[in-house]
T-cell receptor, first 112, second 113 residues
């Protein structure tokens, strides 16, 4: 039972480079989310997708774009990475109830 | 504007004693509250939740208390075990389903043997 799978687990980027973080879930959930975790700031919502074909901004969307490719997959793209985007990124999918929120293992991104 | 706040970055307790983790919120629209537990190099996992129509919810060693008038909730773990050592996040949402979760900063709990 895979749940939520994120790739890659680790990444180092140079300032200005681009990359896409991938997320896939196999629980047939409608809602998917991208969070970033920074020391002393908890988990902050970047973007979310309430259903296939829809995306909305969260608290900290600047510098990111997302794509809800299909019901299973929700990707996060950094077009031009900045050191301020150094963080741990978590993808989550949520079922009918918020108690059914499952997170991936995270992607540790360092921008130098 | 931090709508969910956990004022204690860390807490250390002895095995067998009670751990009390606190959380405050400012948004009066929040109606549903959850606690998540996170081990290093893993994603958060759901622990326990409470609806605003209740003031207490218990699940084994874990109990969540909600004081709606004070906009405060707490998680009690008793007895605490070394395996409980983790970061605990408080989260809130406007509904039990279909609405985004807003998280606090997290509290690192260390349970000493």
């Amino acid at each position: 039972n895979a749940g939520v799978t994120q790739t890659p687990k680790f990444q180092v980027l140079k300032t200005g480079q681009s990359m896409t973080l991938q997320c896939a879930q196999d629980m047939n959930h409608n809602s998917m989310y991208w969070y970033r975790q920074d020391p002393g700031m908890g988990l902050r919502l970047i973007y979310y997708s309430a259903s296939e074909g829809t995306t909305d901004k969260g608290e900290v969307p600047n510098g990111y774009n997302v794509s809800r490719l299909n019901k299973r997959e929700f990707s996060l793209r950094l077009e031009s990475a900045a050191p301020s985007q150094t963080s741990v990124y978590f993808c989550a999918s949520i079922g009918l109830l918020n108690t059914e929120a499952f997170f991936g293992q995270g992607t540790r991104l360092t921008v130098v | 504007d931090q709508q969910v706040k956990q004022n204690s970055p860390s807490l250390s307790v002895q095995e067998g004693r009670i751990s009390i983790l606190n959380c405050d919120y400012t948004n009066s629209m929040f109606d549903y509250f959850l606690w998540y537990k996170k081990y290093p190099a893993e994603g958060p996992t759901f622990l326990i939740s409470i609806s605003s129509i209740k003031d207490k919810n218990e699940d084994g060693r874990f109990t969540v208390f909600l004081n709606k008038s004070a906009k405060h909730l707490s998680l009690h773990i008793v007895p605490s075990q070394p395996g409980d050592s983790a970061v605990y996040f408080c989260a809130a949402s406007e509904y039990a389903s279909g609405s985004r979760l807003t998280f606090g900063e997290g509290t690192q709990l260390t349970v000493n043997p």
